[in-house]
């Protein structure tokens, strides 16, 4: 029994030294604060639209002993799922060398998609009606969903199913000025400004550049400033 009761003893030292230790490595701000402040970026830069509800990095059972002397440089995503992923993190050592340590983390995190609320077919501007914003997981997001529409037309390509994912691959836009479109552009020289018709060459949205043609079969850059306006740069 006493032999037992020693083993106990031993048992529950170890189990409180561990938990000391576990303690002491999260007390320490590289592991607990700015390496889950570094991770939260990591996934941000690659999904900026994320809405993260929590992280939870797993204890690392081979954390070196100077843990506590190392500055943590940088952090590298290398996988990432619905509800876990894992990463490296890039340390410099006293003595100015990296070292890379691999971790593992529990997420739970959505990203917003707009999902059509009726069938829409084919050559239908989009509009407020047609969509709702609704929130899912990694494995049913695609990554050329449409977040917010832009301020220019979309027009479908194809018909879009109720409940579907608006993705770009579905829409073309209706730019402010098509390839072959007559266009006003002008020409400003200090406080003189001439009007010129000229020819676009390419499609083109306001701030946009792009090349237009003289009626001298010149090629000049201007600038889209509205509905058929540009300014030759």
């Not at 509800?53 to 002397?69: A, G, M, R, T, Y």
Request: aromatic share 6%.
């Amino acid at each position: 029994v006493e032999h037992n009761l020693a083993k106990v003893g031993v048992a529950s030292s170890n189990l409180v030294s561990r938990s000391i230790f576990l303690l002491l490595i999260f007390s320490i701000p590289l592991f607990s604060s700015s390496l889950i402040d570094e991770l939260h970026k990591a996934i941000y830069d690659e999904f900026p639209s994320a809405k993260i509800n929590s992280i939870n990095i797993d204890n690392h059972n081979e954390l070196p002993v100077n843990f506590n002397e190392l500055k943590l440089k940088n952090i590298i995503l290398l996988g990432l799922r619905d509800d876990s992923g894992t990463f490296r993190a890039v340390y410099t050592t006293p003595n100015s060398t990296s070292k890379s340590i691999f971790y593992k983390f529990k997420i739970d995190f959505k990203l917003p998609v707009l999902v059509a609320t009726k069938d829409i077919g084919r050559d239908h501007i989009l509009n407020l009606s047609d969509y709702e914003q609704k929130f899912v997981s990694l494995k049913d997001y695609d990554k050329q969903a449409i977040i917010n529409p832009s301020n220019h037309q979309l027009i479908t390509k194809s018909k879009i199913k109720r409940g579907k994912i608006l993705t770009n691959r579905q829409f073309k836009t209706l730019s402010d000025i098509k390839k072959g479109d007559k266009i006003t552009a002008i020409i400003e020289d200090g406080s003189l400004k001439v009007e010129i018709l000229v020819t676009a060459l390419n499609d083109g949205n306001i701030g946009q550049i792009i090349s237009v043609k003289n009626q001298n079969n010149q090629t000049l850059k201007a600038q889209v400033v509205g509905k058929n306006q540009a300014i030759i740069k």
